[in-house]
């Protein structure tokens, strides 16, 4: 709205991630099929660090107390927008993190609907927090979600990144990574700079959704890959 911006301040961001209870959702919310996730991108994913893979912890308390630190004891206001057609079980998904950041007296004004009514407050930035999912394409490793989600937006870069947050330094190990031919040294300046955005809570990762394939009794085997694209020539009947 023009004032003071709370989400600029890393504390405010750990206490909303340490509201949130992974757990709980996967148990009650995703009918405990989802996979609860410390990084933004699947350990199918080339650039997955399972040392960066460590989930949120659960703790209301330290939410309170990093609130109060920063200023915001009594909580704030904030839009919480989401679609209901997106993901799977988004609505109830979001429903149950607004409660938990309520609990810890933060004031999330829930916004639901279509991703036809969403979609333009995402892109034109008129929303404080929002739900996204990211399938890495179409390079199919972490640089698709670090140029096009995380990068600052510049030029062809950050065409995701909605919030219109920028570093430097996570700018500058995008860059270095999408001209490095070597792959290991690639992958790696990929996990540099996804270890930036775990420090400092760019994101909240929830979970690796759970995707079903309905076939035939014919088909003895349809592997599913973590972009959820079917490849009909792996299957096997």
């Known amino acids: 709205d023009g004032g003071e911006n709370p989400l600029n301040d890393l504390r405010v961001r750990q206490a909303m991630q ?39 912890v659960y703790d209301p308390e330290k939410a309170r107390a990093l ?19 997106r993901y799977v079980n988004e609505e109830q998904l979001c429903q149950a993190i607004a409660s938990m950041w309520a609990r810890v007296g933060l004031k999330p004004k829930l916004d639901i609907g279509p991703r036809s009514v969403q979609t333009p407050k995402f892109t034109s930035g008129r929303t404080d927090v929002y739900t996204i999912g990211w399938a890495t394409e179409p390079m199919l490793d972490s640089y698709s979600i670090l140029i096009q989600v995380l990068h600052s937006k510049t030029g062809n870069a950050g065409v995701f990144n909605w919030g219109g947050w920028s570093y430097p330094e996570l700018d500058a190990l995008v860059a270095q990574a999408g001209v490095e031919l070597d792959r290991e040294k690639r992958l790696n300046l990929q996990i540099e700079g996804l270890k930036i955005v775990k420090d400092e809570v ?36």
């Not at 088909?219 to 694209?229: C, L, R, S």
Request: proline share 9%; aromatic share 10%.
């Open 202 to 237: 760019l994101m909240m990762p929830l979970h690796q959704q759970p995707m079903a394939w309905a076939t035939s009794a014919d088909v003895e085997d349809m592997p599913q890959f973590a972009d959820n694209k079917p490849r009909l020539w792996y299957v096997r009947k």
């Open 67 to 85: 609130l109060a630190d920063a200023g915001y004891g009594d909580g704030f206001e904030f839009a919480f927008v989401c679609g209901n057609d």
């Open 18 to 56: 340490h509201a949130i209870d992974l757990d709980l959702l996967r148990e009650r919310v995703m009918r405990g099929k989802s996979r609860p996730a410390g990084t933004i991108v699947a350990p199918e994913i080339p650039g997955y660090s399972a040392e960066l893979d460590e989930p949120g």
